[in-house]
Structure formats: structure tokens, C-alpha cells
């Protein structure tokens, strides 16, 4: 596990120079957006190097009522994760762009009432991807929950850094095994769990009732949380839809179809000749690349009966669709390259996500966003 956690960080290396942070951008949807968190508990795993059950913590984003709620949410919730962060030099950040994550307020209402009325809207799981904090995503959450999208965010134990409800850090150094298998399988056995949730007496069953549109009930990540997303999909039927960004490795789903409609949103790093020669490269050898990497991505989705749309941004870095574009720049710039706008990359990553969560005119809705958008270079598979 460490030797993973070593992996993450080496394309991740050099220490960032102080920059200032910026605040996230608001969400334009027509709904208030509500946020709270759920300290849950799965009794039927027991986590023996915790000594305990094993927890299943979910902060989520919803549409909410107009001035309910107890002021607005903290980027970092809890600041015993800002101190782990800082202590361990969460991904070879310098302490000044962490030091606002204290203090940093969101656009979402802390414990806010859900929105009246009887409405039902789409749900979906969001995996952080590896070793990378839940709330890095928050412009992402915020967007869906405007536009009426439940979004349910999971700390998978050992995945990320957690803070159990008894206020202890458990962080992915912490992991007692060195079976990668088994960490993949745990974070697969959360999401099975808070399925079970939606359907029996649980807080979440609690909160959010017959609220919950069943029919556009899906899963989605960034990088590792992509993979999960898309194994929860051909794992568990009660997942309508899948989504993976920049997620590419696919070991655990070999020879198996994708059992869900499928969105793919990929990185295209636009390297100019000159960047390309100090990397020891060549135009014709890095398309070569492209092309091989493309070609062993796609050779998964011809396994799928489902439609499968994928969309390739040039311009974006692996960390363009986070929060790091508005509050930790450098672990999208540091690589080089020209980096697109990250309005652009808001406008891209949200509306694709949302016209392909709504199910309606999907086709349509991206061959649009495509042909607005010169950058992006759109795949459609089985329709």
C-alpha cells in the first residue's frame, strides 16, 4: 500500500510555492444547495486494525429550502483533517495554500432542510480519487445540487484521509494490507452498503425518503474513484449509470461488460513541440502514445451493449477536474503544457455531467457542448 501511496506522489513531485487561494465559484442552478454529513456503520465488516466496525462516512449535496440551514459549510469540514493535511504535506503542497482550508467557506448550507415538495431528483455516489480528500470536488457537488442532483460524496477507510466520529485520523498510510485487491473490494462493499441504506431504516433513508429518483441512481469518481464507479456498475444492478474521470485503470473489470450507460471524461495534456523535446519527446512519438493509450481504453467499451460517451478536453491535466484549478494550481500547471481556462473546464466537466445524469436527449445535449467547444473530441459507442 505504501509503495501505491509512493506511486501517487512521484507524479506528483517537487514542492509548490506559496499561492493564495481563491474562493469556489457559485453555482448557478435554480435550487439553494444543502450540505450535511452521515457517520454511518457497516456491522457486517470489522475492521481489526481499528477495532471496530467499519465506519462509512458521507458528507452529501442536495437541493435545499431557501434560509434553512446553520450558516454555510466549511470547505474542510473537519479541521483535524486541514492539521493532517498540513502535517503530512498533502500532495507536496505548501502549507500556505492549505493554511485557507481552516477558514475557507462553500456555497452550501450547513444541515439545511431538503426542498419541499415532492419532487423526486437523480442520486449519485462520487469516489474521490486515490489518497485525495472528498471535498476537492465541492465546485463539482455544488453544480449538480443547484441543478437538482443529489450528490453523495464517500471517505472510503484507507482510500483517502478520514476522521471517524470520535474525532480520530485514519489516513491511507494507516492501511494494514498490501493487497491492493482487498482495498478495491472494501470501497465496492461501501457502496453496496449505503444502497442498502436507501432501502431499509437509516439516516439516509430518514433524510431523504421517496425523494430519490431510482431510475437515475448511479455512481461516479475521479481516477481510482472512476474505476470503482464503473465496477459498482457491472457489480450492482441497482446502479443505472456510471461515471469515470480520468480514471484509466481497468484490471478488475477484465472480460466483463459494462452493465450501465457510461460518460468518460479524459485529460489531454497540449504540449507544444519545444515542451515535448525537454521530455524526450517527439510530436509523432507522443501521438503514438495517445493512440496506443486510446486504443486500449476504448477496447472496453466495445465489451458494453450500453451506450458509452466519452470526451477527450485538450487543455486539462489529470487534476482539472477538481477544486485544485481554483485552489492548488500547481498540481494542474506543474506539468507544463497550454492549460485550458478553468471557466472552460467548469462549464465542460458540469454540463456534460449533468445532461448525461438527466438521461434526456444525451446524444443531442454533448454533440452540442462538442461543437461549442473545439477542444473536446467526442466518442459515442452503441447508439
Given at each position: 500500500?505504501?509503495?501505491?501511496?509512493?506511486?501517487?506522489?512521484?507524479?506528483?513531485?517537487?514542492?509548490?510555492?506559496?499561492?493564495?487561494?481563491?474562493?469556489?465559484?457559485?453555482?448557478?442552478?435554480?435550487?439553494?444547495?444543502?450540505?450535511?454529513?452521515?457517520?454511518?456503520?457497516?456491522?457486517?465488516?470489522?475492521?481489526?486494525?481499528?477495532?471496530?466496525?467499519?465506519?462509512?462516512?458521507?458528507?452529501?449535496?442536495?437541493?435545499?429550502?431557501?434560509?434553512?440551514?446553520?450558516?454555510?459549510?466549511?470547505?474542510?469540514?473537519?479541521?483535524?483533517?486541514?492539521?493532517?493535511?498540513?502535517?503530512?504535506?498533502?500532495?507536496?503542497?505548501?502549507?500556505?495554500?492549505?493554511?485557507?482550508?481552516?477558514?475557507?467557506?462553500?456555497?452550501?448550507?450547513?444541515?439545511?432542510?431538503?426542498?419541499?415538495?415532492?419532487?423526486?431528483?437523480?442520486?449519485?455516489?462520487?469516489?474521490?480519487?486515490?489518497?485525495?480528500?472528498?471535498?476537492?470536488?465541492?465546485?463539482?457537488?455544488?453544480?449538480?445540487?443547484?441543478?437538482?442532483?443529489?450528490?453523495?460524496?464517500?471517505?472510503?477507510?484507507?482510500?483517502?484521509?478520514?476522521?471517524?466520529?470520535?474525532?480520530?485520523?485514519?489516513?491511507?498510510?494507516?492501511?494494514?494490507?498490501?493487497?491492493?485487491?482487498?482495498?478495491?473490494?472494501?470501497?465496492?462493499?461501501?457502496?453496496?452498503?449505503?444502497?442498502?441504506?436507501?432501502?431499509?431504516?437509516?439516516?439516509?433513508?430518514?433524510?431523504?425518503?421517496?425523494?430519490?429518483?431510482?431510475?437515475?441512481?448511479?455512481?461516479?469518481?475521479?481516477?481510482?474513484?472512476?474505476?470503482?464507479?464503473?465496477?459498482?456498475?457491472?457489480?450492482?444492478?441497482?446502479?443505472?449509470?456510471?461515471?469515470?474521470?480520468?480514471?484509466?485503470?481497468?484490471?478488475?473489470?477484465?472480460?466483463?461488460?459494462?452493465?450501465?450507460?457510461?460518460?468518460?471524461?479524459?485529460?489531454?495534456?497540449?504540449?507544444?513541440?519545444?515542451?515535448?523535446?525537454?521530455?524526450?519527446?517527439?510530436?509523432?512519438?507522443?501521438?503514438?502514445?495517445?493512440?496506443?493509450?486510446?486504443?486500449?481504453?476504448?477496447?472496453?467499451?466495445?465489451?458494453?451493449?450500453?451506450?458509452?460517451?466519452?470526451?477527450?478536453?485538450?487543455?486539462?491535466?489529470?487534476?482539472?477536474?477538481?477544486?485544485?484549478?481554483?485552489?492548488?494550481?500547481?498540481?494542474?500547471?506543474?506539468?507544463?503544457?497550454?492549460?485550458?481556462?478553468?471557466?472552460?473546464?467548469?462549464?465542460?466537466?458540469?454540463?456534460?455531467?449533468?445532461?448525461?445524469?438527466?438521461?434526456?436527449?444525451t446524444k443531442q445535449k454533448l454533440n452540442k457542448l462538442a461543437a461549442e467547444y473545439p477542444e473536446i473530441t467526442l466518442k459515442i459507442f452503441h447508439q
Open positions: 500500500m505504501k509503495l501505491l501511496f509512493a506511486l501517487a506522489l512521484l507524479t506528483l513531485h517537487g514542492r509548490c510555492f506559496p499561492q493564495s487561494s481563491e474562493k469556489l465559484p457559485a453555482p448557478a442552478g435554480q435550487f439553494t444547495v444543502g450540505t450535511r454529513v452521515f457517520y454511518l456503520t457497516d456491522h457486517s465488516r470489522y475492521d481489526t486494525s481499528q477495532g471496530l466496525s467499519r465506519p462509512v462516512i458521507v458528507q452529501v449535496w442536495y437541493p435545499a429550502d431557501a434560509g434553512s440551514g446553520k450558516g454555510n459549510m466549511n470547505y474542510i469540514p473537519e479541521k483535524k483533517m486541514v492539521d493532517n493535511m498540513i502535517a503530512t504535506g498533502y500532495y507536496t503542497l505548501d502549507s500556505s495554500v492549505l493554511l485557507p482550508f481552516y477558514s475557507l467557506p462553500t456555497h452550501s448550507h450547513t444541515n439545511a432542510s431538503l426542498v419541499k415538495g415532492n419532487q423526486s431528483f437523480p442520486f449519485v455516489f462520487f469516489s474521490p480519487g486515490f489518497g485525495v480528500s472528498r471535498s476537492n470536488y465541492t465546485w463539482i457537488y455544488e453544480y449538480l445540487a443547484s441543478h437538482g442532483i443529489i450528490v453523495c460524496a464517500i471517505d472510503h477507510l484507507y482510500e483517502g484521509t478520514t476522521v471517524l466520529s470520535n474525532g480520530k485520523i485514519v489516513d491511507i498510510n494507516m492501511y494494514p494490507d498490501t493487497n491492493y485487491t482487498n482495498l478495491d473490494k472494501n470501497c465496492l462493499q461501501d457502496i453496496s452498503f449505503l444502497l442498502n441504506q436507501l432501502d431499509k431504516p437509516s439516516p439516509l433513508k430518514t433524510f431523504f425518503g421517496t425523494r430519490i429518483d431510482r431510475s437515475r441512481l448511479g455512481c461516479a469518481g475521479h481516477s481510482f474513484g472512476g474505476n470503482l464507479a464503473l465496477e459498482a456498475g457491472i457489480e450492482d444492478k441497482r446502479i443505472r449509470f456510471a461515471i469515470n474521470i480520468d480514471g484509466g485503470d481497468f484490471q478488475y473489470i477484465q472480460g466483463k461488460n459494462l452493465q450501465t450507460p457510461a460518460l468518460f471524461i479524459r485529460e489531454q495534456p497540449d504540449y507544444s513541440p519545444e515542451e515535448l523535446h525537454k521530455k524526450g519527446r517527439d510530436n509523432e512519438a507522443w501521438r503514438a502514445k495517445a493512440r496506443e493509450a486510446d486504443s486500449a481504453f476504448e477496447s472496453h467499451l466495445v465489451l458494453s451493449s450500453f451506450p458509452a460517451y466519452q470526451l477527450q478536453v485538450k487543455g486539462t491535466g489529470h487534476f482539472s477536474f477538481s477544486d485544485a484549478i481554483y485552489l492548488m494550481p500547481t498540481l494542474v500547471t506543474r506539468f507544463g503544457g497550454k492549460i485550458m481556462s478553468k471557466e472552460k473546464v467548469v462549464d465542460i466537466t458540469c454540463r456534460s455531467l449533468r445532461d448525461f445524469i438527466s438521461g434526456d436527449n
